[in-house]
């Protein structure tokens, strides 16, 4: 092996080392926890199918990980799997387009961080499931986009961008080829054991992409207000975190001329555990990716 070949690997091997010496922050938290939909608007019971119940529960979970790098790179996983209690209200046998019994969404962020400040991309993928025996209504969707956020003193404010596409569904009931944007801000209290946050969003994206009458052009605003809380520990490390808050969303469908639309509100509270030993950075928290799964549950009503 020659000079040049031997330093060649010596480099190689150096830059290969390096991460496995860098210094990583790890952050987690799992949770759970139940929500109440209560719905209307002109949508609501106007298909052919029976049943589409103002109010509704689901039980979730929700979970986050990820960690950083003593030079800023910074890797996120966020998830979050809901159940609903829809099957209550739809007979053995029936089927309906709108009735959601399972969602997923399940995300990843990957970017720089670094004096507070936060920019990466986001990918992910979200699945809904609808009642019935038939599968021809349950979608497989991906998201694309990115994210920033920033820190300062008690204020966290942050944003992120997001294309929607649905890629595996055979009879498409929801929102497809969307783009859905986010804007977000929280405020720590003195103590660091309260935060209060809202955000705002907006949805555009189409409905019945494959349909020989014309697609749908489905859009709308959504908002929230929450409040984290922490109500104690377990162990060292591990706070408990009270999860509270209100999700607001409202989606309208425009076809030959006429307008129909759901709105719904969304009521949650739950709990939260954090893990491998620090909280999640706040800047990355504000430029995660909202959860697109409540606009995929609504968008087959207004259909």
């Not at 020659?2 to 060649?8: D, Y």
């Not at 190689?12 to 759970?32: K, S």
């Not at 049943?51 to 003593?70: I, K, Q, V, W």
């Not at 990843?108 to 038939?134: C, K, M, N, R, W």
Request: aromatic share 8%; no cysteine; charged share 20%.
């Amino acid at each position: 092996m020659n000079k040049n070949i031997q330093m060649a690997v010596v480099v190689l091997a150096t830059a290969a080392g390096a991460p496995l010496r860098a210094e990583i922050t790890t952050f987690g938290e799992v949770g759970a926890g139940v929500e109440v939909f209560d719905q209307g608007g002109s949508a609501l019971n106007q298909s052919s199918f029976p049943d589409e119940p103002e109010d509704f529960r689901a039980g979730y979970l929700n979970g986050r990980f990820g960690g950083s790098l003593d030079n800023g790179l910074t890797l996120g996983v966020d998830g979050v799997y809901r159940n609903t209690s829809l099957e209550d209200f739809v007979a053995p046998g029936q089927e309906t387009n709108e009735g959601v019994d399972s969602a997923v969404q399940l995300t990843t962020q990957f970017g720089h961080l670094s004096e507070g400040l936060y920019v990466g991309g986001i990918a992910g993928v979200g699945q809904v499931d609808f009642l019935g025996d038939s599968t021809d209504q349950d979608v497989t969707y991906r998201l694309l986009g990115a994210g920033a956020g920033v820190a300062r003193g008690s204020w966290a404010y942050g944003g992120s961008l997001l294309f929607m596409d649905v890629n595996a569904t055979e009879d498409p009931e929801t929102l497809d080829e969307a783009v859905v944007a986010k804007l977000q801000a929280e405020y720590a209290l003195a103590a660091g054991k309260t935060y209060f946050g809202a955000y705002a969003l907006y949805a555009d994206g189409k409905n019945d992409i494959d349909s020989r009458f014309g697609i749908d052009v489905v859009n709308g605003p959504g908002a929230g207000l929450y409040v984290r809380h922490k109500i104690g520990a377990v162990g060292k490390g591990r706070d408990v975190m009270l999860n509270a808050g209100l999700d607001y969303l409202s989606l309208t469908e425009q076809f030959n001329g006429s307008d129909v639309t759901i709105d719904s509100v969304k009521a949650y509270v739950g709990v939260q555990i954090t893990l491998g030993g620090s909280k999640t950075p706040r800047a990355l928290r504000v430029a995660a990716a909202p959860d697109t799964t409540f606009a995929q549950m609504l968008t087959p009503i207004v259909d």
